[in-house]
């Protein structure tokens, strides 16, 4: 027989799909509306608007059903052509994942490749940029907040790589797990295409995702050419909502209206500040496990630490799946796993979203205590010394 969950509230600390309001879970509770309604307009252009908010644009912003994947397409079926080539920024399982999608639609994949425990180096991408002197890199891919491995890729730097070189190339960057947990700015950074999703920052169920738009995509969107049909965006603009080509989830829409009236509420600034406060207390507990031979952070530069998810990876020899297993089925704490080649090496603490010192500390005691019954070494005083971060 299956063992019972343990009884408690189901602690939850995957870095998303993340932790949900319970005023937005009340508002998507919504009875259904006609997506044409006047009254639905104006929820859905005010979702519209504060999504521009938090993105940092004035530009535009498309909307799709469907998770990040829907919006990591849309961003290379509107803006290339078969044989254009694409430039990804390695930074982990995601990176790859989006170059992978990019090959299979005939785009010449490069990518600058990096160790994913540090990061690319802005050097070897300025290099990149420089030696491509004929153009034919139309893109470079960014994954702003690689969740798989915990570590920030910053997309300022890779405009100013862009701009130093003179390469016209568009700039496209994944904001899944940054966007309203990490500092953004879509059109100071000269982002071209900022792929979001519902189900992290946003604090909504998963099922809607975005691309925030420039002017300068729009002109390279005319010239596309790989095939294309729901994603269009042209074809979006003829639409009343001007997204959308068939049904409009109107109950994420509810849920989006109240999860932006949340972040507003709080200010975007807090919220940045929030996450960082949070994500200092969990580096600072995983830092007095690692002691000589306990588990280590998985991002080895500090200055690309990662404040809305941190990857652990497991001392040597260590099942981090055996210990997420513990984690779950005795204490009820659902934690991140290890994706693609770290599957088993790493688990992942979400620190993103909703949440809270107590969420946190919880989290971190039960992480310490998950080990101390599984007999995985660590230095104990984990949650001591993120509340010292906390306190300080
Ligand atoms: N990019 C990043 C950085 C992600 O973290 C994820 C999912 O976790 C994705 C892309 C893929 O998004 P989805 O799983 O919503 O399709």
């Known amino acids: 027989p299956k063992p019972a969950r343990p009884r ?8 998303g799909p993340t932790n949900i309001p319970d005023s937005v879970l009340l508002a998507t509770a919504h009875h259904t509306v006609d997506f044409n309604d006047p009254s639905f307009a104006e929820v859905y252009w005010g979702c519209v608007e504060g999504l521009k908010r938090v993105l940092r644009t004035t ?4 909307l799709y059903t469907g998770s990040g994947h829907a919006a990591w397409e849309a961003s290379l ?5 078969p044989g254009d080539a694409i430039l990804i920024l390695e930074s982990g399982h995601f990176s790859q994942s989006w170059g992978r999608m990019a090959q299979e639609f005939g785009l010449e994949l490069r990518t600058v490749p990096a160790d994913w425990r540090r990061g690319v180096e802005m050097e070897a991408v300025r290099a990149a940029l420089a030696a491509d002197t004929a153009h034919a890199i139309k893109a470079v891919g960014v994954v702003h907040n690689e969740t798989s491995t915990g570590l920030t890729t910053p997309v300022a730097a890779v405009r100013a790589a862009l701009d130093a070189t003179g390469h016209p190339a568009l700039l496209l960057a994944d904001t899944i797990s940054s966007l309203g947990s990490l500092d953004f700015r879509m059109d100071e950074w000269g982002v071209d295409a900022a792929v979001g999703g519902s189900q992290k920052g946003l604090m909504l169920p998963t099922g809607l995702s975005f691309t925030g738009v420039s002017e300068k995509a729009m002109r390279a969107h005319a010239e596309s050419r790989l095939p294309k049909h729901y994603f269009r965006w042209s074809a979006m603009l003829q639409r009343p909502l001007k997204s959308f080509l068939g049904t409009v989830p109107t109950s994420l829409f509810y849920g989006l209206q109240e999860s932006l009236r949340l972040i507003e509420e709080e200010g975007l600034d807090k919220v940045l500040a929030r996450h960082s406060r949070l994500a200092g207390a969990v580096r600072a507990a995983v830092q007095r496990w690692s002691g000589n031979d306990g588990p280590q952070l998985f991002c080895l530069d500090p200055s690309r630490y990662s404040d809305s998810v941190t990857a652990v990876l497991m001392p040597e020899g260590g099942d981090a799946d055996a210990l997420r297993r513990v984690a779950l089925q005795r204490f009820n704490l659902s934690l991140g796993g290890g994706l693609g080649p770290l599957g088993g090496r790493v688990f992942r603490i979400g620190h993103l979203g909703d949440l809270n010192e107590p969420m946190i500390l ?3 005691a039960t992480v310490e205590l998950a080990m101390r019954v599984s007999g995985v070494p660590h230095r104990a005083g984990g949650v001591e010394a993120a509340l010292d971060a906390l306190a300080a």
């Open 77 to 81: 079926v509107n803006l290339l052509s």
């Open 59 to 62: 530009q535009h912003v498309f």
């Open 362 to 364: 919880g989290t971190l």
């Open 8 to 15: 408690g509230r189901h602690f939850f600390a995957n870095p």
